[in-house]
């Protein structure tokens, strides 16, 4: 079949429905009345998840339709995966043919920052009007279901391995949680002693541009972007985050997180978090179920960024379960640590490989051949 194509404009071959945000005393959190976005704060991998609710819906999305984000970020592309009420920060665009709809939402999503040369002012605040996003030019090849079910079968596996990562989560800390509970042992020790925790540098200061990543929270957060900052510095193994390394962010945003990507730069705010008298899958488990309560007292540093001390990791205690006990216990949990490893490490190569292809395949640089084959 010929890859030739005319060029299309937006307008010609989908539907374009503007957000419209209700009055926000209709607007809730406990689930009353239809699933409701603002923007893309609750954008996913490839579908949002639902927080907000409205009982006065006024704009709507239905299942399958593109959700477009027209306010800073502008252009982030999710696909609504129930009917859904929208505002201002986004658009829903819905094909006029079903089969373009998977192909519309990859072009869409490729092209990236080149949403603000079609923006208000060209500046990353920007908003996207209805009349700019109409007329936004796109490469629409013959074979484009092809090129959408080819990446719907990436993300569908990216998806699966996401999935397999939040279950291998779950058995380790039920692993974990178990143990605890049948220990005998009723000493306890603090956070700081079951763990070496080695905070990073002010590594993104004076930055060459080139080398490794050097990761902020924003990295552990959202990901690798045009905004991440590259560091050629040669730091030491203990601010280096290696595949399958422990970071814990203690200011702002707390999270604790598993690094599956190349060895990086670890920036100041993030420790690293080692073995100390615990393996360091134990040591994930309790920073997992102590983050609650520390992200409440970052929470309550009202006057600066919210943050933990080493006192609060210190005041922290976990189980002294003894070394006997997490032998036996490492026998479930490591073969589950190490393979979790591996699906992290799957999911950054498909996704290496998918953002590579994306931008190349829906312009028309490479094509798909009869035979399947990029």
Known sequence: MSNLSAERILSEVAEIIA????????????????????????????????????????????????????????????????????????????????????????????????????????????????????????????????????????????????????TTSSLISAYCQSAISNSQSETEISLSKAAKLVNGGAFTKNASGVGKIVIRIKELNSGVSESTVYNDIVVPDSKTAFPGDVLFAWSGSLGIYRWFKDEAIINQHIFKVLPGVQPVWLCWFHISQALEDFQDIAAGKATTMGHITKDHLERSKVAD????????????????????????REIEKLLEMRNFILPKLISGEIQILGNGQV
């Open 19 to 166: 957000g419209t945000s209700p009055a926000g005393a209709t607007i809730n959190e406990v689930g009353v009345g239809m699933p409701f976005f603002q923007g893309s704060a609750e954008f996913g991998f490839r579908n949002p998840t639902i927080e907000r609710f409205t009982t006065s819906p006024v704009k709507l999305a239905s299942p399958g339709d593109i959700l477009l984000s027209v306010r800073a970020p502008v252009g982030k592309v999710n696909i609504a995966n129930h009917e859904c009420a929208i505002g201002r920060g986004l658009m829903a665009v819905r094909t006029k043919s079903p089969k373009d709809q998977l192909y519309l939402s990859y072009l869409l999503e490729s092209l990236g920052t080149a949403w603000e040369a079609h923006s208000n002012d060209g500046t990353m605040f920007a908003n996207l009007s209805k009349n700019a996003l109409a007329s936004v030019p796109l490469y629409w090849p013959e074979n484009r279901e092809q090129i959408g079910n080819t990446f719907h079968t990436i993300d569908r596996r990216i998806e699966n391995c996401q999935s397999l990562l939040e």
């Open 321 to 344: 379960l003894g070394d006997d006990v997490i032998r036996m216990l490492a026998k479930d949990v490591e073969p589950l640590w190490e393979y979790q490893l591996q699906i992290g």
